[in-house]
């Protein structure tokens, strides 16, 4: 999907969001500025696969927050976590590396992605993400993406909880 079918997908659905264009960003560490402008922080999305690449997973965590894939792996069951590959990001999201996106999930209508996310981040109001595209931000209302969103792409997700020391 474009940047514009993603926000139209949204506006079509009702869920309300703030964008904020900027150059392209790659890692966590160039937000800064976005984050200020959106009044939030940004979600750290991180695309994983188990070890033989049979189950993937999107992890959507607090930005500064360390992730160790001991930790995650025994809550979810998936022995050997570790970064998916850009390809397959590509064809289940539809998103290139470091524009991984709870969004993506548009992409993902075999549901082969489980969502999973973070008991911090479920704490704020807000989710911010990129529309598929590290050239925007957007923050939109958590309980339009938990109530509206993830039914409409028939996602659900688990809650995990990362310590992150």
Known sequence: M???EVLQTLETLGITYTKVDHEAIETMDGLDKVEKQLNHRVAKNLFLTNR???RFYLLLTVGDKKFKTKE???QINSARLSFGSGEDMERLLGCHPGSASILGLLNDQE???QLLIDEDLLQD???C???CFNTSTLKMKKDDVITIFLPYVKHDYIAVKLIGE
């Open 129 to 131: 993400a990129h529309p």
């Open 52 to 54: 033989q690449k049979t």
């Open 125 to 127: 109001d807000y989710i």
């Open 72 to 74: 995650l792996s025994h």
């Open 111 to 113: 549901g082969k992605v």
């Open 2 to 4: 474009t940047k514009e």
